[in-house]
């Protein structure tokens, strides 16, 4: 065979070797991925609906043992739960054997040791379902439905980044006032028929209590994170000024994702993809406010963004704060693993599956249909952003492969 006949033949092996790497190889390997992530949801929903029953088939016999094994790294809790009823069951409803004021911030709320030694945040009822917060997104005080809505968001979503948080009723005379510490009992205050108290933090004020139905305090309760995982504060790239007339950098400058990738720990491991992925809970359930984050301390950013603190979410569902999704229009990029699941979940899917995640709650109905009929409308705003970047740039560049075998030893 003459050079020349070897030249192209070599070059028409090279071109078929291209096009089965592009067309065959890659799409081999994409729809596997593809197939998992769906199968993947096909799990979440088949365990949506959280039976409480106090019942452990485990060697561990403390729930609490049993949810502190579940964290690692990138994940609160694993895939499968079998034990999740159990663990919650506990949480609403294990002997209170002291109460004390909440750790530092800027709203109410209460820390609680459970029987057995287990730490929860309690969070008061402020607010009706139907009530609507007016004024700035993150206007009003913390909503407790907000926080057990977002945790099975996280479930659902299949991020699983959330600490576990269930609703909850206890009698603030026989439950709380016994085992309260001094600091705490000071905060009580009798108006009219009801029991209230309004603790100690930043925006807490003797006139701004947090009143029962008589006795009877209807809240949330999160589940304290092991205190082997210690907790590091960062400020949120996207965060916001709260300060009136002066606009954070990102809210002026549609370049500044770029500067961000350039800072860690956004420049390389999965930090910045967690960040938009936050960016996209958080419009779903109308958080803007995450000025800060947590992540597990001496991470060097390989560790997972925790989803803490939502309770300033649901306040007007006919709001929508678009600026939530800066990080993601801005970068445009998103998780392939997230992008597949957010269109399982569109035409009334993610309606019906927190219905059903949260028709065991003990404050059952959790959150009024306005607000997840306006879930449903976000996911499709969310959607559409990224159809506009996929259009930009193509989806080779939007969209991220960025899977992790997570081990649970």
Same mark, same amino acid.
């Given at each position: ?10 070059? @028409? ?12 190889? &890659? !799409? ?13 949801? =096909? ?13 452990? &088939? ?38 209170? @054997? ?75 005379? +026989?439950?709380?006032?016994?085992? *309260? ?13 009801? +029991? ?39 400020? =949120? ?21 770029? *500067? ?16 938009? &992925?936050?960016? @996209? ?58 992008? !597949?699941?957010? !269109? ?63 081990? =649970?030893?």
């Amino acid at each position: 065979m003459k050079l020349k006949q070897r030249v192209v033949l070599l070059a @028409i092996l090279f071109v078929i070797f291209i096009f089965m790497k592009v067309f065959v190889i &890659d !799409n081999l390997d994409t729809s596997a991925a593809n197939r998992e992530d769906q199968r993947a949801f =096909h799990r979440m929903m088949a365990s949506l609906r959280v039976e409480l029953d106090p019942r452990l &088939d485990h060697t561990l016999q403390s729930p609490w043992e049993i949810a502190a094994q579940w964290v690692v790294p990138r994940e609160v809790y694993p895939e499968e739960t079998p034990e999740l009823g159990a663990v919650m069951h506990a949480m609403a409803t294990k002997k209170i @054997i002291k109460a004390d004021v909440g750790y530092k911030g800027t709203q109410l709320k209460a820390l609680l040791i459970l029987e057995g030694g287990q730490k929860v945040v309690f969070k008061p009822k402020r607010y009706a379902r139907d009530y609507v917060v007016e004024g700035e997104p993150y206007a009003g005080y913390d909503r407790h439905n907000a926080e057990v809505t977002a945790f099975h968001l996280d479930r659902i979503l299949g991020f699983r980044r959330a600490p576990l948080v269930i609703g909850r009723f206890v009698n603030l005379r +026989t439950e709380i006032k016994p085992v *309260a510490t001094e600091q705490l009992l000071s905060t009580f205050l009798m108006l009219g028929n009801s +029991t209230c108290f309004y603790g100690k933090c930043y925006y807490c004020r003797e006139t701004e209590p947090a009143c029962a139905d008589g006795d009877i305090m209807e809240g949330s309760v999160t589940l304290w994170l092991p205190d082997v995982w210690p907790l590091q504060k960062h400020r =949120h790239p996207w965060g916001r000024t709260y300060r009136e007339g002066k606009l954070a950098r990102w809210e002026y400058d549609e370049s500044y994702c770029d *500067a961000v990738k350039k800072t860690s720990p956004y420049d390389s491991g999965p930090r910045l993809l967690d960040i938009i &992925d936050t960016a @996209i809970f958080d419009y779903l359930i109308g958080n803007a406010d995450r000025h800060h984050y947590e992540s597990f301390q001496d991470d060097e950013g390989a560790s997972m963004l925790i989803l803490l603190d939502n309770a300033k979410s649901f306040g007007n569902p006919s709001l929508d704060e678009r600026s939530i999704l800066a990080p993601l229009y801005q970068c445009c990029i998103i998780r392939v693993s997230t992008w !597949n699941r957010l !269109n399982y979940l569109k035409n009334g899917v993610l309606k019906s599956a927190l219905k059903t995640a949260m028709s065991h709650d003990p404050i059952s109905p959790v959150l009024s249909d306005p607000h997840l009929d306006a879930m449903d409308q976000r996911l499709l705003s969310i959607l559409a952003t990224v159809k506009q970047c996929t259009d930009q740039f193509g989806p080779d560049i939007v969209l991220v492969e960025d899977r992790m075998t997570l081990s =649970h030893l």
